[in-house]
C-alpha cells in the first residue's frame, strides 16, 4: 500500500475502485472510483495522506485528492487513445505496461514506479505546480463516511469569546439587573429563618433497634442485618444464571480424534489423515485417483487440525499457542510450473473455527466472529464480521462462500442456526440471515456444495 498517512486499510475491490476500510470496525468508508476501465494494480498515498496514485491494468495512472475523492490529473498510454488523457500529463508520461508498484519520497515532489516489462522509472517534479500545495499540508485525517474533523455538531456549546477576561466579567456584572430583594409580606419574611439547629436529635432510638450507631462518615451500620452467608438459596440464585443452548462449531469433512489418529478431510477427491507423535504431527494427504495426482506425506510441526482439499491444492490451519498466533497454510499440488505455498498469521487473539477451499478463494472463520476471504496466492480480498454468532461453520464454491452461526433463541433455549450465501467477486449477498432447517433436537454435522453448486447440509 505504500507509506498510510492514516490510521486505514485501503483495498482494491473487484469493481475497479479503491474502498478505504476503518481498522476499528472493518465497515467500509469512502471510495475512490469511476477513472479506471482496468482492475487496480497499485496504489500508494502521499507522505502526509493528502493524496492518492492509483495504477490499473488499463495502464492508466490517476492523482486524487483524499479528501474530496475527486480526480485531480489522469495519465493513460499513448498507444490506446480510446481513453481520455488529461492535458497535464500527456506530453510527461508514457505508460507502456500496467504498473506494479510504487514509492513516493518522503520529503520530495519524486515518485518512483515499476511496470510489468521489469523497468523502473524515477520522475522528478512529478506534480505540477498548482498540485504542489498538497503536498506541503500537515498529516490529513483518514477520509471517514462522518469525518470527526470536518462537521460541528449544530448542537455543540459554542464558548464565548471574552469569557476568561476579568474586565469583562465586571463589566457583565455591572451591567445584570438587580436582584430582587424580600418583600415585607413574603413568606421568607413571615416564617423567618430556617433554624436547621433544632431539628437536631429529633430521631430518638426509642426501641434500641440502633439507630443511634452511626459511622465515621455518619451513616447507619449494617450490623443489624442478617448475615448473608446464612441464606445459602439465594447465593444459588445468584450464581446460577441461565445461558442459551448454542451450537458447536466444527470442520465440515473432519472426524474427531481416535487414539493418535484422525481424518482432517474427507470428500470425494481424497482425504487428509493426520497422526499425533507428541511432539509434532505427521499427515498425508491420498487421492482416490492416483493417475491425476500424486499422493504425498510431510511433518507437520505446527500441528494443524483442519484441512480442506481440491483439485488445485490443500489447506491447513493450526490454533495459537502461547505467543505463536493461528495460522493458514496453502499448499498448491505439484504442476509444471514452481510450486508458490504461501502462510499467513491472523491477527493476535483470533482462531480458526472453519476453512474453506474453493477453486478461486480461501475462506477463514474465526473466534472473533470475523469472516476473511483471501485469494489462492494469498492476498486478503474481504474482511467483514458475521451478523449470527458463534459462528459455527463455512463452505465454499467458486466464488459463493456459505456461512452458518448461531442467531435467534427459541422457546426450548437452543439457538436457532442461520446461513448467508455471498458472491465475493461481485460483493453480493444472495441469502442473508435465513433459518437452517433442522428437525427437533436435530444437529448439524456437515456442510458442504455439490459439482453444480448445490447446497447440502447433514443433520
Known amino acids: 500500500m505504500g507509506k498510510v498517512a492514516f490510521v486505514e486499510i485501503t483495498a482494491a475491490d473487484m469493481r475497479k475502485e479503491v474502498q478505504t476500510i476503518s481498522k476499528r470496525d472493518w465497515e467500509k468508508q469512502r471510495a475512490f472510483g469511476g477513472q479506471h476501465q482496468g482492475d487496480i494494480t497499485a496504489l500508494v498515498w ?7 496514485v492509483t495504477a490499473a491494468s488499463d495502464k492508466a495512472m490517476v492523482v486524487w485528492d483524499t479528501k474530496t475523492q475527486k480526480r485531480l490529473e489522469k495519465c493513460v498510454s499513448l498507444y490506446d487513445r480510446s481513453y481520455y488523457v488529461h492535458t497535464l500529463t500527456r506530453d510527461r508520461y508514457d505508460l507502456r505496461a500496467p504498473i506494479w508498484a510504487f514509492a513516493w519520497h518522503p520529503t520530495e515532489n519524486i515518485l518512483s514506479y515499476t511496470d510489468d516489462s521489469g523497468s523502473l522509472y524515477i520522475h522528478t517534479d512529478f506534480l505540477p505546480d498548482h498540485l504542489i500545495r498538497h503536498l506541503k499540508l500537515d498529516l490529513q485525517p483518514a ?7 470536518g462537521e460541528v455538531s449544530g448542537n455543540a456549546g459554542r464558548s464565548i469569546a471574552n469569557q476568561g477576561l476579568p474586565a469583562e466579567k465586571d463589566r457583565r456584572d455591572r451591567e445584570a439587573p438587580p436582584r430582587r430583594q424580600g418583600t415585607p409580606d413574603s413568606l421568607d419574611e413571615i416564617l423567618g429563618p430556617d433554624d436547621v439547629g433544632s431539628l437536631d436529635g429529633f430521631v430518638e432510638d426509642d426501641e434500641a433497634e440502633g439507630y443511634e450507631g452511626v459511622n465515621g462518615h455518619g451513616k447507619r451500620s449494617n450490623g443489624h442485618l442478617d448475615d448473608l452467608n446464612g441464606h445459602p438459596a439465594k447465593r444459588r440464585a445468584q450464581q446460577s444464571l441461565w445461558q442459551p443452548r448454542i451450537h458447536d ?8 480424534w481416535r487414539g493418535n489418529r484422525r481424518y482432517l478431510c474427507l470428500n470425494l477427491l481424497g482425504f487428509v489423515w493426520t497422526v499425533d507423535q507428541d511432539t509434532h504431527h505427521t499427515i498425508t494427504v491420498e487421492f ?8 504425498f506425506h510431510f511433518t507437520d510441526p505446527y500441528k494443524y487440525d483442519k484441512a480442506c482439499l481440491t483439485e488445485k491444492g490443500a489447506l491447513f490451519s493450526c490454533q495459537p499457542t502461547g505467543d505463536q498466533p493461528a495460522m493458514i497454510h496453502y499448499r498448491p499440488h505439484e504442476t509444471w510450473t514452481t510450486r508458490a505455498d504461501w502462510r499467513t498469521m491472523l491477527p493476535k487473539g483470533e482462531g480458526v473455527v472453519a476453512i474453506a ?6 475462506v477463514v472463520t474465526t473466534t472473533t466472529n470475523y469472516v476473511r476471504v483471501y485469494t489462492l496466492f494469498g492476498t486478503p480480498v474481504k474482511v467483514y464480521r458475521q451478523k449470527s454468532s458463534p459462528i459455527v461453520t463455512c463452505a465454499t464454491w467458486r466464488d459463493y462462500v456459505l456461512t452458518i452461526g448461531n442467531g435467534s433463541v427459541g422457546g426450548d433455549g437452543q439457538t436457532r442456526l442461520l ?26 454435522r456437515n456442510v458442504f456444495f455439490s459439482d453444480t453448486g448445490v447446497c447440502s447440509h447433514v443433520s
Open 249 to 256: 462449531a466444527f470442520q465440515p469433512g473432519s472426524t474427531p
Open 288 to 295: 482416490y485417483d492416483r493417475e491425476f495426482q500424486r499422493d
Open 46 to 52: 502521499s507522505p502526509n495522506g493528502a493524496l492518492l
Open 419 to 444: 446461513y448467508t450465501i455471498e458472491n465475493v467477486r461481485r460483493d453480493e449477498v444472495c441469502q442473508s440471515e435465513d433459518v437452517v432447517a433442522l428437525t427437533e433436537g436435530a444437529q448439524l
Open 143 to 149: 477520509p471517514f463516511i462522518h469525518d470527526p474533523l
Open 357 to 362: 477451499l474453493s477453486q478461486s478463494f480461501v
